[in-house]
């Protein structure tokens, strides 16, 4: 069962269309993973669907269903109301997340300030000692500014905030890219564990294909503002079909297995003012065809769990 | 703790330093107070009495530069800034005693306003850039870019030639005598509304400028977006992350103008005719009263001072990084 539908999104920059037409659903109870590289609009997709859209970011066109509403129109009150108790965010960098100059507690009990104004203060503080150890921080840490934490402690407060209300959606945007190797797995394994234990739905972003492919469930791969395949996490790791996912997945070193050489993908992330026509993919892809140029390919099924946007599978299929 | 200690111990120090250039400066400057006072009573004056006057002054020729400078320290610290040409023989003590509130009373207050009033509206309207508040940034400037004396003597042509509404000058009636009376403060109240609004209008502009880009640039940090995210109210959300972060470098810049409270009065004074410090200032200096000009720099100095030592204690209580392990 679906818990968060995103159908037909798009979001312009100006005259810039940074996410073109996405459509994504999130499972109950899954970690759908968003990769693609730097400009390829998988935050601002995800800042999109939660009404977050720093501007000039301005939503064109879709819907995002949520437990029977429209995100997108609904009334601020009601939005507000919703925001954390259903949809949290873990922010990326961890290091400008946090007020410098409000206390761990502070900033955790605003929570409860604006969400459970009835809940008593000694309750509010119970609650958040609870939280902090949970991610596993000493709660005598409630009285520390950010400014005394490690860039580690800083991730940990940010997700035991997250998880203050008990949301139905955790968005985590690059969640552990400001940290070093070590770090990123210990955060990353105790959020999975929390997960399994509260039964949230994550939606993971990150550029980092082989954290992404190690937790998440199922991955839909993002460039120049479009969702290029989406697949199960190991079916994609195993087989991707869209060229560009295939050379993603190649420009990393596989965390096990056979060794195999790593290639880039040639040519650089589409400038988004002068995007190329037909796929916009085409310029850089080795198996480009005719059609690539003049039309653009749609996200289309080409198996029972895996789309693609690619004209080699819809020929493969017969599609043309 | 230990912080606040090293501050202090620093401006103890500034302190000295600026005492010490205070003794030099008039013994330096070309002139002579004495001459000056000499030439005033046109020679009527007897040597001895010339002699006495060196004396009284801490000019004597007989004694040395540090002696002059131990007994001039002396005298600081009871209290004894000297005598007033200009006012003679009233002690400087008494002149300053008589003319700080006055400075005080209307700087101060105008200061407070016009820092309270801007960074209100600089945070308004960085919150809401883009909408009609913006447009009170080039109007204010406007106002705070037209030479103060001139806006002043504009404001007097207008409110009290043309239309009459309000004195033209002084601190109160000519005839009253001051004292704790409901009257004599209502009157005060009235004399101080044309100073205190010009000082208003010509200042509040750098308050709304600063607070303003402030909260723009603050508006885009990460922690914005996430009191957003967690479902804040826009109130709080402007007040407790945006503008509480944003206010930082608008408090020293406060501390900052409070030191010049004292000091920078001087044309306010002038042009209004105000009986503060600056008016004293500006008739010392017309005079030669090297007395009067150092002990109204004595207290501009210490003012700068203990208002640097304010911003310091008022950043320490609003940035908790700047607060040592010590603290």
């Known amino acids: 069962m679906s818990v968060l539908e995103v159908r037909g999104?798009?979001?312009?920059?100006?005259?810039?269309?940074?996410?073109?037409?996405?459509?994504?659903?999130?499972?109950?109870?899954?970690?759908?993973?968003?990769?693609?590289?730097s400009g390829s609009g998988k935050s601002t997709l995800a800042y999109a669907m939660t009404r977050l859209l720093p501007p000039p970011g301005v939503i064109r066109s879709g819907t995002v269903r949520y437990k029977g509403?429209?995100?997108?129109?609904?009334?601020?009150?009601?939005?507000?109301?919703?925001?954390?108790?259903?949809?949290?965010?873990?922010?990326?960098?961890?290091?400008?997340?946090?007020?410098?100059?409000?206390?761990?507690?502070?900033?955790?009990?605003?929570?409860?300030?604006?969400?459970?104004?009835?809940?008593?203060?000694?309750?509010?503080?119970?609650?958040?000692?609870?939280?902090?150890?949970?991610?596993?921080?000493?709660?005598?840490r409630l009285d520390s500014y950010p400014h005394q934490l490690s860039g580690g402690m800083r991730q940990r407060v940010m997700i035991a905030m997250a998880l203050a209300l008990e949301p139905e959606i955790v968005i985590m945007d690059e969640p552990t890219t400001a940290l070093d190797v070590v770090m990123q797995r210990q955060i990353l394994e105790q959020m999975m564990e929390l997960r399994a234990a509260l039964g949230f739905s994550?939606?993971?972003?990150?550029?980092?294909?082989?954290?992404?492919?190690?937790?998440?469930?199922?991955?839909?791969?993002?460039?120049?503002?479009?969702?290029?395949?989406?697949?199960?996490?190991?079916?994609?790791?195993?087989?991707?079909?869209?060229?560009?996912?295939?050379?993603?997945?190649g420009s990393f070193p596989a965390l096990r297995g056979p060794r195999r050489p790593l290639r880039g993908i040639p040519g650089s992330p589409p400038d988004l003012r002068h995007v190329p026509s037909g796929c916009p993919f085409h310029p850089r892809c080795a198996s480009a065809m005719d059609v690539c140029t003049a039309r653009t390919p749609v996200l289309a099924p080409v198996d029972q769990h895996r789309s693609v946007a690619c004209w080699l599978e819809h020929e493969n299929r017969g599609a043309t | 703790m230990r912080f606040l200690l090293r501050r202090t111990v620093f401006y103890l120090v500034t302190a000295w330093a600026a005492i010490t250039v205070n003794f030099l400066l008039p013994r330096l400057l070309p002139g002579d107070p004495v001459q000056a006072m000499i030439t005033r009573f046109q020679g009527r004056l007897s040597g001895d009495a010339v002699q006495s006057l060196y004396v009284l002054f801490g000019?004597?020729?007989?004694?040395?530069?540090?002696?002059?400078?131990?007994?001039?320290?002396?005298?600081?610290?009871?209290?004894?800034?000297?005598?007033?040409?200009?006012?003679?023989?009233t002690p400087v003590s008494e002149v300053l005693g008589q003319s700080m509130p006055w400075t005080l009373g209307l700087m101060g207050v105008t200061t407070v306003i016009s820092f309270g009033?801007?960074?209100?509206?600089?945070?308004?309207?960085?919150?809401?850039?883009?909408?009609?508040?913006?447009?009170?940034?080039?109007?204010?400037?406007?106002?705070?870019?037209?030479?103060?004396?001139?806006?002043?003597?504009?404001?007097?042509?207008?409110?009290?030639?043309?239309?009459?509404?309000?004195?033209?000058?002084?601190?109160?009636?000519?005839?009253?005598?001051?004292?704790?009376?409901g009257e004599f403060a209502g009157?005060?109240?009235?004399?101080?509304?044309l100073p205190a609004v010009t000082i208003v209008v010509s200042s509040v502009a750098g308050w709304i400028l600063g607070m303003r880009n402030m909260m723009v640039t603050v508006s885009a940090e990460d922690y914005v977006l996430v009191a957003h995210a967690k479902g804040l109210s826009q109130r709080r959300v402007m007040i407790s992350y945006?503008?509480?972060?944003?206010?930082?470098?608008?408090?020293?810049?406060?501390?900052l103008s409070l030191g010049f409270?004292?000091?920078?009065?001087?044309?306010?004074?002038?042009?209004?005719?105000?009986?503060?410090?600056?008016?004293?200032?500006?008739?010392?200096?017309?005079?030669?009263?090297?007395?009067?000009?150092?002990?109204?720099?004595?207290?501009?100095?210490?003012?700068?001072?203990?208002?640097?030592?304010?911003?310091?204690?008022?950043?320490?209580?609003?940035?908790?990084?700047?607060?040592?392990?010590?603290w």
Not at chain 2, 266 to 273: A, D, I
């Open chain 2, 187 to 193: 009157a005060v109240l009235y004399h101080a509304v």
């Open chain 2, 117 to 181: 009033l801007g960074t209100v509206i600089g945070v308004y309207a960085g919150w809401r850039r883009g909408t009609w508040v913006d447009a009170l940034v080039p109007v204010t400037t406007f106002f705070s870019a037209i030479p103060y004396f001139w806006l002043g003597l504009i404001a007097i042509a207008v409110f009290a030639v043309n239309w009459q509404v309000f004195p033209a000058a002084g601190g109160y009636p000519a005839g009253m005598e001051p004292g704790f009376s």
């Open chain 1, 9 to 37: 999104l798009s979001v312009d920059y100006g005259t810039l269309r940074a996410v073109h037409d996405v459509d994504l659903t999130l499972e109950r109870g899954e970690v759908l993973g968003l990769a693609g590289e």
């Open chain 1, 202 to 249: 994550v939606v993971f972003i990150t550029h980092d294909i082989s954290l992404l492919v190690e937790f998440s469930d199922r991955i839909a791969i993002m460039y120049s503002g479009r969702v290029v395949e989406e697949a199960p996490a190991q079916s994609l790791y195993r087989a991707a079909r869209h060229p560009y996912a295939t050379g993603l997945l």
């Open chain 1, 69 to 140: 509403f429209d995100l997108l129109s609904l009334a601020p009150e009601q939005l507000r109301t919703l925001r954390w108790n259903d949809i949290a965010i873990v922010f990326q960098g961890a290091m400008n997340a946090l007020n410098p100059v409000a206390s761990v507690a502070t900033q955790l009990l605003d929570v409860f300030r604006a969400h459970r104004p009835s809940m008593p203060r000694a309750a509010r503080l119970a609650r958040c000692r609870e939280l902090l150890h949970l991610v596993g921080i000493s709660p005598d």
């Open chain 2, 242 to 255: 945006a503008a509480r972060n944003a206010i930082l470098p608008s408090v020293s810049g406060f501390a």
């Open chain 2, 59 to 89: 000019l004597d020729q007989n004694t040395s530069v540090l002696e002059q400078y131990l007994s001039y320290w002396g005298n600081l610290l009871t209290g004894d800034l000297g005598l007033s040409f200009t006012f003679f023989p």
């Open chain 2, 261 to 326: 409270v004292v000091g920078g009065t001087l044309l306010v004074e002038m042009v209004f005719s105000y009986p503060g410090i600056g008016y004293v200032l500006f008739q010392g200096v017309n005079a030669k009263d090297y007395p009067l000009m150092q002990g109204v720099f004595l207290v501009v100095t210490l003012a700068v001072l203990v208002a640097n030592l304010l911003a310091d204690v008022g950043y320490l209580l609003l940035d908790p990084r700047t607060r040592r392990e010590a």
